[in-house]
């Protein structure tokens, strides 16, 4: 049963999602550049399309290493999606808690960094190495701002996090409003996103920690960040919407709270220009750090 | 007759030795690290003088850390502390770096001087618990079962004097100075036994006893705990990113880990504390495969300077494994042991919400810690296996050197452990053996599935490689890097070392002033220590400058204040 869930779920449902949501992007994107804007399939195609490509791998690279990474990461992205699905749908608990969320997020970035490296080339080891700081740069207000819904239901279990909101959502209050912010903007630089792309910078380092890659591993990459790009805002749902209602009107809710949260997503990334590593460091400890401590205090607060 | 006594000791009538399922577990742990010191120490120590004694030593090591784990009154634990770190003087002696004999004389002032704060505590309980019994009673004191309350100016005195010593044994601020040091300058065998493995185990097995059975904690104390811990683990990870040597980078993160063991030894709640407990074992192992494997790439390339390395994965590839896997755990990786024991610990911060939003603040430290341990062993990775190959690198990649029997034993056996441990985390063998001591059922709030987890990752690993058969792995190319149309061979001064990754870092606003300030050691109690010492000894010289005259005017002094003291 477990593994049924794995694939229809964690897999199959993450990915189909993952590239409707990155084909939402696109097209809001190209809407805003005044152009068409690619078919609803193309996502899809691209993937399909990236696997027929050659598999080049780098000249006195760790090959292994360089191949398995895109794989560690799809792994990672797909446990993460497994245990929230279920956890949205069985009350009993599944797998594991939020600090195992936290933590389980932290393994595409880390599959992204170990292929960078491995890939023998400086750009790539540029590349990989901003991702590391920005991973170090967004976790402080992550931790902080997703810290609010469990002070608010003063448990570590989601679905107890899921059914505390079944009154009245902790993005409604003030702390939860405050949190949700400065979580989508992690959520930003998680995804590697405008401004937050300085790990990839195509027209300074021409792609980074992904320079290297080719066809199939391209493909997986692609794949991972698609699902990520489903998986964050649906753990952003979990935490300050009580998760996804599909009971009556609340449907229509909740497929606003989701299209909400990406359009915002879309919308800072096409407004925004790339900021410097050392930017985003400052901005992440800075002024979202001070924001996550105040929703923190005033949910301690119990406001 | 003398004969006999010790016939008599063995046989343990006035139990000067007992056991608990708590410290047999630590000295199966210390046995089997003396095991795989040993069998390292055949390949990498060879050819160098006096081995015979460095045997000795690590064996007399062995003894002694068995004597404190099993020894039952608090005079032989004392003594034993005190050899202990005689030994770790001797041992580290056997290093061949420029700063050796420094380093070793730091360490035996630091422990040597928490010692007699632990002949202070000792002292103190004596006369807390039975009065003035004389000195059979204070060679008799028992160690443990005495709780006595924290109320008293002399109680906390006493567990404070307690305290200091267990912490400089581990490694935890204010007494972790020697540590960086001794990593650096000692051979790695040693650095890997001793402050890696049995000091942290002695240490944190120490500070458990005494903060369990001895004394009975108040809220305070526990805030004081858990706030040393997490200024331990924050300071020592940003200490470490900066870091321009493979095995003093390392000695920052064996100071970095005690600090999640103190902080949930300061939970007080039997989930906090089992963590704790459970991730002194697990850093243990970790820690020493960590060493050992950095003591390969040492032995190696001859070097343990960062900028010199790189791209050596091509060189010692089951090496490389081992330290990954081992990063992996460090960090918390899910589904590594370390993470399991994080998880209990960040239970059990969370469970001591009682005491204000403070918890927040711990919480955060250990896993902004945790996020911080990745950046910082990222950057191993790259400078020291991956990335583009040094000069040194490429001769050893050349030399086509197998690495032997003698290492890759301790490293499987260890990498096998922190998967182990990891995947069957809390089930296997430690519920039993710590429920005794922690005083409590331990029941965790949240979930943790490892084995489940386990297997996801790997079915997800699976549907990975299922693409990967799908797109066109079979017909893989192998082609040059591409470096905007360069040449990498041709142009040495493209090759990013890593070692500065986290500069940006290192010049934010107000990490500048306190990085430098460290630099200075500001924060180094040796250093501050000496500087107080050493201010001493200005005002002593300049009082005894040889000149009759001015001894005449202190004779005058001291015959006047006696004057008006007297009349």
């Known amino acids: 049963?477990?593994?049924?869930?794995?694939?229809?779920?964690?897999?199959?449902?993450?990915?189909?999602?993952?590239?409707?949501?990155?084909?939402?992007?696109?097209?809001?994107?190209?809407?805003?550049?005044?152009?068409?804007?690619?078919?609803?399939?193309?996502?899809?195609?691209?993937?399909?399309?990236?696997?027929?490509?050659?598999?080049?791998?780098?000249?006195?690279?760790?090959?292994?290493?360089?191949?398995?990474?895109?794989?560690?990461?799809?792994?990672?992205?797909?446990?993460?999606?497994?245990?929230?699905?279920?956890?949205?749908?069985?009350?009993?608990?599944?797998?594991?808690?939020?600090?195992?969320?936290?933590?389980?997020?932290?393994?595409?970035?880390?599959?992204?960094?170990?292929?960078?490296?491995?890939?023998?080339?400086?750009?790539?080891?540029?590349?990989?190495?901003?991702?590391?700081?920005?991973?170090?740069?967004?976790?402080?207000?992550?931790?902080?701002?997703?810290?609010?819904?469990?002070?608010?239901?003063?448990?570590?279990?989601?679905?107890?996090?899921?059914?505390?909101?079944?009154?009245?959502?902790?993005?409604?209050?003030?702390?939860?409003?405050?949190?949700?912010?400065?979580?989508?903007?992690?959520?930003?630089?998680?995804?590697?996103?405008?401004?937050?792309?300085?790990?990839?910078?195509?027209?300074?380092?021409?792609?980074?920690?992904?320079?290297?890659?080719?066809?199939?591993?391209l493909a997986i990459f692609r794949l991972m960040k698609n699902m990520l790009f489903f998986t964050l805002p649906f753990f952003l749902i979990i935490l300050f919407f009580g998760g996804l209602r599909l009971n009556g009107i609340n449907i229509l809710w909740t497929v606003l709270e989701y299209v909400g949260i990406v359009a915002i997503i879309t919308v800072i990334r096409n407004?925004?220009?790339?900021?410097?590593?050392?930017?985003?460091?400052?901005?992440?400890?800075?002024?979202?750090?001070?924001?996550?401590?105040?929703?923190?205090?005033?949910?301690?607060?119990?406001? | 007759m003398s004969f006999n006594l010790i016939i008599d000791a063995l046989k343990n009538p006035?139990?000067?030795?007992?056991?608990?399922?708590?410290?047999?577990?630590?000295?199966?742990?210390?046995?089997?690290?003396?095991?795989?010191?040993?069998?390292?120490?055949?390949?990498?120590?060879?050819?160098?003088?006096?081995?015979?004694?460095?045997?000795?030593?690590?064996?007399?090591?062995?003894?002694?850390?068995?004597?404190?784990?099993?020894?039952?009154?608090?005079?032989?634990?004392?003594?034993?502390?005190g050899f202990l770190g005689l030994m770790l003087y001797l041992l580290i002696s056997f290093g061949n770096n420029e700063g050796t004999p420094e380093s070793a004389r730091k360490s035996l002032v630091i422990i040597g001087g928490t010692d007699v704060l632990l002949l202070l505590g000792i002292v103190l309980i004596w006369r807390i618990v039975s009065g003035d019994t004389g000195l059979s009673g204070f060679l008799h004191l028992k160690f443990g079962n005495l709780a006595i309350p924290l109320t008293g100016r002399g109680q906390i005195i006493a567990y404070l004097c307690l305290a200091s010593a267990a912490f400089a044994k581990a490694g935890a601020m204010p007494f972790h100075t020697w540590l960086p040091d001794t990593a650096r300058d000692a051979p790695v065998p040693v650095t890997a036994y001793l402050p890696a493995s049995l000091d942290k185990l002695l240490g944190i097995y120490f500070l458990a006893r005494i903060t369990l059975d001895v004394f009975v904690m108040t809220p305070l104390m526990n805030t004081v705990l858990m706030a040393l811990g997490s200024l331990t683990i924050m300071a020592a990870v940003m200490m470490a990113l900066v870091q321009h040597d493979l095995k003093r980078l390392l000695g920052y993160h064996a100071v970095s880990q005690v600090g999640y063991m103190v902080l949930g030894i300061g939970t007080g709640n039997p989930v906090g504390i089992a963590g704790a407990l459970f991730h002194m074992f697990n850093n243990t192992i970790y820690k020493s495969s960590l060493f050992l494997a950095g003591g390969e790439v040492e032995r190696r390339t001859g070097t343990?300077?960062?900028?010199?390395?790189?791209?050596?994965?091509?060189?010692?590839?089951?090496?490389?494994?081992?330290?990954?896997?081992?990063?992996?755990?460090?960090?918390?990786?899910?589904?590594?042991?370390?993470?399991?024991?994080?998880?209990?610990?960040?239970?059990?911060?969370?469970?001591?919400?009682?005491?204000?939003?403070?918890?927040?603040?711990?919480?955060?430290?250990?896993?902004?810690?945790?996020?911080?341990?990745?950046?910082?062993?990222?950057?191993?990775?790259?400078t020291v296996f991956l990335g583009q190959p040094s000069e040194i690198s490429q001769k050893v990649i050349e030399k086509k050197e197998k690495s032997g029997f003698s290492t890759l034993l301790p490293l499987t056996v260890l990498s096998l452990l922190c998967i182990g441990l990891g995947v069957f985390a809390w089930k296997i063998p430690f519920a039993d053996y710590f429920s005794p001591e922690v005083k409590g059922q331990v029941d965790f709030p949240g979930i943790w599935q490892s084995g489940l987890a386990t297997m996801m990752l790997i079915s997800g690993l699976v549907i990975g490689f299922l693409i990967y058969l799908v797109g066109t792995l079979k017909k893989a190319r192998i082609v040059e890097p591409f470096v905007g149309g360069e040449t990498l061979e041709k142009n040495p001064d493209m090759r990013v070392s890593g070692v500065d990754f986290y500069k940006t870092i290192m010049e934010l606003g107000l990490l500048k002033g306190i990085y430098r300030w460290a630099e200075k050691k500001f924060f180094d109690l040796y250093v501050v220590a000496g500087k107080f010492v050493a201010g001493f000894g200005i005002i002593f010289s300049f009082m005894h400058n040889g000149i009759l005259s001015r001894y005449f005017l202190w004779f005058i002094a001291g015959l006047v204040v006696l004057c008006i003291v007297l009349i």
């Open chain 1, 271 to 303: 407004t925004n220009p790339r900021v410097r590593i050392d930017q985003a460091v400052r901005f992440f400890w800075g002024p979202m750090t001070l924001i996550a401590i105040v929703a923190v205090v005033l949910a301690l607060k119990g406001l």
């Open chain 1, 1 to 217: 049963m477990t593994f049924v869930y794995l694939l229809v779920f964690g897999f199959a449902a993450t990915a189909v999602l993952g590239l409707i949501t990155s084909w939402i992007d696109r097209k809001v994107t190209a809407r805003v550049q005044y152009r068409v804007g690619p078919p609803f399939l193309q996502p899809f195609i691209d993937i399909v399309k990236l696997l027929g490509k050659e598999t080049l791998i780098p000249a006195g690279a760790s090959k292994g290493t360089f191949l398995i990474a895109p794989v560690i990461g799809i792994s990672g992205v797909i446990a993460v999606a497994t245990l929230l699905w279920v956890n949205q749908f069985f009350s009993e608990g599944f797998m594991g808690d939020w600090i195992v969320t936290i933590y389980l997020l932290a393994i595409p970035s880390l599959s992204i960094i170990l292929g960078g490296f491995a890939s023998r080339n400086p750009l790539a080891s540029l590349g990989a190495s901003r991702e590391m700081k920005l991973v170090i740069a967004y976790e402080l207000p992550f931790i902080l701002a997703a810290l609010v819904p469990v002070i608010n239901a003063h448990s570590i279990r989601l679905s107890v996090i899921i059914d505390s909101q079944a009154g009245g959502v902790f993005a409604g209050s003030l702390s939860g409003i405050l949190a949700l912010i400065v979580a989508i903007l992690c959520v930003q630089a998680k995804l590697a996103l405008v401004p937050f792309d300085i790990p990839e910078a195509e027209t300074e380092i021409v792609g980074g920690a992904l320079i290297e890659y080719s066809g199939p591993g």
């Open chain 2, 304 to 382: 343990s300077d960062l900028s010199k390395l790189g791209g050596l994965v091509k060189a010692m590839p089951l090496v490389f494994a081992a330290f990954l896997i081992a990063s992996l755990s460090i960090s918390g990786i899910p589904p590594f042991n370390g993470f399991a024991s994080k998880w209990m610990l960040y239970q059990g911060i969370i469970l001591s919400a009682g005491s204000g939003g403070l918890w927040v603040l711990w919480l955060v430290a250990a896993m902004l810690g945790s996020a911080l341990t990745l950046a910082s062993f990222m950057k191993l990775i790259h």
């Open chain 2, 14 to 81: 006035n139990g000067f030795f007992a056991s608990s399922p708590l410290s047999l577990l630590c000295a199966a742990f210390a046995a089997m690290f003396f095991v795989f010191a040993v069998i390292y120490s055949l390949k990498h120590m060879k050819g160098r003088t006096g081995l015979w004694r460095y045997y000795i030593y690590l064996l007399a090591t062995f003894i002694a850390t068995l004597g404190i784990l099993f020894s039952t009154t608090f005079v032989l634990l004392l003594v034993l502390w």
